[in-house]
């Protein structure tokens, strides 16, 4: 890792971003900020590429 002034580390370069084990959330948060959004393109967008839960969202 590389380190600015001994203190912040910054992934290697050539990282995935974002972090593979994080890459479940960031797909949730697509879903959630579409569905806040009120577009209903990317409501469109998303869910032509989302695979649909088996249980409905609990809010």
Request: no cysteine.
């Amino acid at each position: 890792m590389i380190t600015i002034g001994g203190t912040m580390p910054l992934p290697e370069t050539g990282a995935p971003r974002p972090p593979p084990a994080s890459a479940p959330y960031y797909a949730e948060m697509r879903l959630d900020d579409a569905w806040y959004s009120g577009d209903r393109r990317r409501l469109a967008r998303i869910y032509g590429t989302h695979p649909r839960p088996a249980e409905r969202r609990r809010l």
